[in-house]
């Protein structure tokens, strides 16, 4: 985005240099890393950076008014509805796309956002691989509001941990050796030094939760909560009975609780007022539907990935939709080809960590990662035999 570094780091740039950048990156866990790692970071100017944080902060101030946990109690479907929430989400990620608006100029505009954990220790890895094989501007930076790698790492490992032996706190997943982000799941052991452990490998006793480990067991304290249920109901019915063990009174604490999935997430978007979040409704409440469909995107409530995302609407589409009060449609962004490559330029969305700590009143911005595509979405199957597409992160002027 900022043509001279663009200019610069593409003449410096070599397929040669790249592969030494992913041998290193995946010299870590060999073999963990299953998605697409970009070419190249995308570097954001000061002006872009304080648009994307502004509108973080205008959905905090939602998030934190005292009657969001009224009003965002019919996001949690009731069958996933779990015990034991506190009163804050501990973590948020905020999707922007980096878009052209009217006027041809870029600003950010809001696609998603999730009150779940995403590859917060694997970027801090991923940060320092790429700052050593690449030219990286000094006043440029990966991390937010003055952050570091040691200062972010100790904040997340103080979350995450809170007051409890590292033995003590697990970060849950279903079948986590077989997950495309298990590269994250490793590099949190590594930078927060709790184990990783399945669904299937939980021990229950009363309301106590226990793991094994050197054949002997250890009670869980803490769960940092990698689950989402969604991906549980397409489990094999095993793993299905025993999700429901998740949904009674446990002697845990989750970092974040689960409830926090549904409450931020694309339920959110119709209460936001924000130039830089797209005029988003519940597919329910609209009367009369918009004739200009093509303008919009259908987009159901409760899924992951991308699934059932509907780009190219039409009125047969939304004719289909049985249960309209968990579907939402949302005013399609113009992303914008702004990063320059060798052949194609490409489109990049950045998400924008939040981190919220126990006694503190509102959540911090503290990291990033980014994603390129070419395609017409950001995702794998939409960027299929192209390069200078996949994960990255974002470098922010200070």
Known sequence: MIATIRKQFNQDFSVEKYDQYLDDLKSKHPGAIEFRVAETPVFIDKKFTEKMIAACESIV??????????????????????????????????????????????????????????????????????????????????????????????????IIVGKCKPEEVILLEILPHQQKTKIDFYCTTDYVGIPVVCLTELIQDGKKLFYKKDNQLIQIKRIYNRIIFDDLQQQSTAIQEKGKLLLEELDVEWITHPNWFYRISKFTLPFINNPYVPKTHFLDQLNPIPTDLENYVLKPLFSFAGQGVVIDVTQSDIDQVADKHNWILQKKVNYAAVIQTPDEPAKAEIRVFYFWKDGDKRPIATNNLARLSKGKMIGVRYNKDKEWVGGSLAYFEK
Request: proline share 7%; aromatic share 14%.
């Open 61 to 158: 101030d939602v998030i934190t008014q005292s009657d969001f946990m009224q009003n965002s109690d019919k996001a949690i479907p009731a069958d996933v509805h779990v015990p034991g929430e506190e009163k804050h989400p501990h973590f948020i990620a905020f999707d922007f796309g980096i878009c052209s608006n009217e006027s041809g100029e870029l600003e950010p505009q809001l696609i998603e956002m999730q009150g779940f954990p995403t590859l917060f220790a694997y970027q801090i890895w991923h940060e320092e691989i790429t700052r050593k094989h690449f030219h990286i501007p000094e006043n440029f930076s990966s991390y937010l509001n003055g952050f570091t790698p040691e200062s972010y790492t100790q904040l997340l490992k103080e």
